[in-house]
């Protein structure tokens, strides 16, 4: 699969995610996605998908806590002045969570698929403007940067004696210096590499000289056969 089939092919399931409001149409784009991650990812498939659980498991225990607990009414219940009741309640979660879980799991699929690939190199293959890849690769850069910060500033805190690797109540009551001290590098990072690393090596005129050479349009035979899955998905997904 190309990069450009992996972008549209994720593109079609984050739109027909958005647009399905049936559970069963969600299940059968789960079913499209897990088979997606299978064929691309093999073993490696669990990982994306344990990741996307830890992104919809602390809404899905809010949005449970609030509809199902406290509400105990879907909010169509709610506008059409129905009793209503907690198993639709239940019901209206578990759909915008599995929309959620879908949507981060086509990303995380498709970006595990090309790990191999720099941001750089990837979207050189993209057929996308000129623009749009240069704040892409730019974006990533900084990503990668501030996280590697983040974890430096925990452990510099670790050191300190302000906060510990496990939960305690110092994490608690110290948890604000971590934000704060995080927020701090974040800024500082990015100011530093917009004003001063970036002109000084001319990041952008080299960045743009590489992303100039023409990229691939072509779409091999396995991204056609994808984007027809996703686009019978969608439309069984949508009826």
Sequence with gaps: MTPNGAVLFALLVIVAAALTRSLSGLSLLLGLVVLFGAVGLGARLLRALAWSAAIVAPLAAFMGLVWVVVVGRAPDEIAAGLPGSRTAAALYVASVCLRLFIMA?????????????????????????????????????????????????????????????????????????????????????????VRDKWPAEDSLALLEAALRQPAPHRLAAADWAWLALALAGAAAGLA
């Design 105 to 193: 799991a086509v990303l995380q699929i498709a970006a595990m698929r090309f790990a191999d690939l720099t941001p750089l190199q990837f979207m050189r293959r993209v057929a996308a403007p000129l623009t749009a890849r240069k704040l892409v690769i730019l974006t990533l850069s900084l990503v990668e940067t501030i996280l590697q910060a983040v974890d430096r500033a925990r452990t510099a805190l670790i050191v300190a004696g302000l906060i510990t690797r496990r939960l305690s109540l110092a994490n608690l009551s110290n948890g604000w210096i971590l934000v704060q001290t995080v927020w701090l590098t974040t800024v500082t990072i990015a100011l530093g590499r």
